[in-house]
């Protein structure tokens, strides 16, 4: 196992401020992967680090069978986020275990094993979300579960022919994140929709990287109206601290079966959450997403690249000569630190915190390594 560095350079990460990132040597970066889209509120949020820091001094933890302020405040207020009826809330402690979650949960309440999922899909690496995840090295060896039936994302007619009664879960990403940044349309969430309600199957919206306001909309489900059975969020949830959530419609959640953590619910992660929660709803992050996304991908048009898409400040910019080269310019030259999806595609997903000028010195920085 090696960490993410560039070939002879590795970037040792000391500290952390909104959008910025300083190395050992005092070195800035600007963190437009926003850590693997963990730090929506910026790195060190005061809010959330005073948050976290009061939680720590009160209570480091408790077992999970004594209800906490703070896990309550938590499941009232994701409660009350989670699109249409999903308002029961399961939490745990990282993306897969939502998604894992999520499936067995959607299988005991139809009483049904298999499931749908899409191909280029990402929903995680334990054996349960890694069955829905497509790409072939992250399965090699493992001797992953075959319930599992892909279709081509976008394809609604395949996903209609994949659905049938002995589906029990159609598990999809609004915006495919890791797998190239593609969006599926408003018909194609619809009909997925539909497939579900004709077949009672659940429609599960892993929103783990396009949720918390990434899109322009608190929910990328949202922006097509389309309501999901169970909504699984993740990542940018804590800060950084480790927790995410499945919420579930009441006919999901009223048969779910026994399913537990020891962590489930601690009171620092759910303090984080709390705080990034209020963070992201007072500094009206998702509008922020919404314009600023729309300046940045309005300016990377202009670029000798092939494609450019996505929602909000979750961009790929699909590039001629393979993503490895540009990002590691961008790192070393630049300070700027974006991600891969893919050989080819640059993806930009930021702190929902960054603003115009932000935006523009990647495009610079860009045009330049391009
Ligand atoms: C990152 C990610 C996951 C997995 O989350 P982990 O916390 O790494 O387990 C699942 N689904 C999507 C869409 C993701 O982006």
Known sequence: MSGFVFGEKPIEIESGDGVTLYDNGGTEYLDFGASYACA??????????????????????????????????????????????????????????????????????????????AKRAFHGRTLGSLAATWKQQYRDGFAVPDHVEFVDYGDADALRDAVDDDTAAVLLEPIQGEGGVHAASDDYLQAAREACDETGAALVFDEIQTGL??????????????????????????????????????????????????????????????????????????????????HLQAELADLPVRDVRGAGLLVGVEVKRGATRALRSLALEHGILALPAGRTVVRLLPPLTVDEVDADRVVDALEATL
């Open 40 to 117: 929506p509120a910026g790195h060190c949020h005061p809010d959330v680090v005073s948050a976290v820091q009061e939680q720590a001094a009160d209570l480091l933890f408790v077992q999970g069978s004594y209800p906490t302020p703070t896990r309550t405040a938590l499941y009232d207020r994701l409660a009350e986020l989670g699109p249409g009826d999903c308002s029961n809330v399961w939490l745990c402690n990282s993306g897969t275990e939502a998604n894992e979650a999520a499936l067995k949960f959607a299988r005991h309440a139809t009483g049904r094993e298999n499931v749908v999922a």
């Open 213 to 294: 306001g990434r899109t322009g909309e608190l929910w990328a489900c949202e922006r097509a109206g389309v309501e999901p059975d169970v909504l699984t969020v993740a990542k940018g949830l804590g800060s950084g601290l480790p927790i995410g959530a499945t919420l579930c419609a009441d006919w999901i959640a009223d048969d779910s079966g026994d399913h537990g953590s020891t962590f489930s619910g601690g009171p620092v992660p759910c303090a984080a959450a709390l705080a990034t929660l209020d963070v992201i709803e007072d500094e009206e992050l998702a509008a922020n997403a919404a314009a600023v996304g729309e």
